[in-house]
């Protein structure tokens, strides 16, 4: 059976983006459900508050998630207004000093109790996401922050892709919301346990790709490297936090091998300051394998995508560890070729603006010694 969005439609800057999810917001009829790594008390934070306390203030269910860790300026900057005026918010793993020291002493009485306790703090939920009404649904790499935003910054604001998406799939994105809401905690710090739902069936060739579950991250993890193997022609890949792992390594070099035209864009800086290390230690594997890296230039490049052949995703997935198996991303598959098209022609402009890597620059020929490759080895393995 043929699956599809009823509309698709790409945003490649945080003006667009926002101005969109807004717009939709004040037109909220029952529900705003919303779900966010970082979200910051600046500008853009505050002109997103105004708008859910407009919408809850109209009778809409207004309801928030933010991660412990990467909302933790906003939770520690809590305005009571929100809850005064009807938004509801919950904080996924909160990293709280007293629970947290009272976890581990009870850890320590419990056979591999601080080992769990520590894997759940790593867990955080890095996925962005909007739906207003049930029906319309905002995902992508856009957090609540104004280093997104053109109007601040100009072009230097990040690099970003966003989606707003109709259709009956919808639905597997609020029930992954109810999945986070059920185990979220207040901002101060209370939890109330609503039980277990029932979690979306997830296909391999879902449009909405979860990983609630170790089932799901299995799924989806294989069917990227079927794919990948499967490539005839073109494996165009953005994204901002490169390290692979060996299997996804070497999948794109055997692609590149068979002849697939091979390219990775990556941000020639990152706003985590080793990043960029980790990612070129990655490179000689790639450049010895015939695979293209290319770093762009213009601004922070935070965009996450994935095209094989004529299959295109977008979303909040890393090509790291943490995405493959500790974070909560969302990824969304691509349906009309009209989306395929512009993200492809979208890839196409943004390596006009990059600058290819090879083993003949300074760089390069670091990379390219046995000394160089060793260190930058040690570095990874250690980060």
Not at 135 to 148: D, E, K, L, M, P
């Amino acid at each position: 059976m043929h699956i599809a969005w009823t509309e698709e439609r790409l945003f490649f800057d945080g003006d667009g983006y926002f101005n969109a999810l807004l717009a939709a917001i004040d037109g909220a009829r029952e529900s705003v459900v919303l779900e966010t790594y970082i979200y910051y008390p600046d500008e853009m934070g505050r002109w997103l508050e105004q708008h859910l306390i407009a919408a809850a203030r109209r009778g809409v269910r207004v309801r928030v998630v933010v991660d412990g860790i990467g909302a933790n300026s906003w939770i520690q900057n809590w305005d009571p207004k929100l809850e005064r005026s009807g938004v509801q918010v919950k904080v996924w793993s909160p990293v709280f000093v007293g629970p947290f020291l009272m976890g581990i002493a009870r850890g320590l009485l419990r056979k591999r109790g601080v080992s769990r306790l520590l894997s759940q703090t790593n867990r955080r939920t890095h996925r962005k996401y909007c739906v207003i009404d049930g029906r319309t649904a905002f995902v992508g790499s856009f957090n609540i922050a104004r280093q997104h935003l053109p109007k601040f910054h100009g072009p230097g604001a990040w690099r970003d892709t966003g989606l707003r998406l109709e259709g009956s799939q919808v639905a597997h994105i609020s029930h992954a919301f109810d999945h986070a809401w059920d185990r979220g905690y207040t901002p101060a710090g209370k939890r109330r346990w609503f039980g277990r739902r029932r979690l979306p069936r997830l296909h391999a060739d879902s449009l909405v790709r979860l990983n609630l579950t170790r089932a799901y991250r299995r799924r989806f993890w294989r069917d990227l490297l079927a794919r990948l193997r499967g490539a005839e022609r073109r494996v165009w890949i953005t994204n901002p936090y490169l390290a692979p792992t060996h299997s996804l390594l070497k999948a794109l070099t055997r692609a590149r091998q068979r002849g697939v035209d091979v390219r990775i864009l990556v941000p020639a800086r990152s706003d985590v300051f080793f990043m960029r290390w980790v990612a070129t230690s990655y490179y000689w594997a790639l450049l010895a394998g015939g695979v293209r890296v290319f770093e762009y230039q213009p601004s922070f490049l935070h965009a996450k995508s994935v095209i094989i052949d004529d299959w295109a995703m977008v979303g909040t997935s890393n090509m790291n560890t943490r995405s493959f198996l500790h974070d909560l991303e969302i990824d969304i598959v691509l349906a009309g070729e009209r989306a395929k098209t512009d993200l492809a022609e979208r890839f196409e402009t943004d390596l006009a603006a990059a600058r290819e890597i090879t083993p003949r620059d300074r760089r390069g020929r670091m990379l390219s010694s046995r000394l160089g490759r060793l260190f930058l080895y040690v570095l990874r393995s250690w980060l």
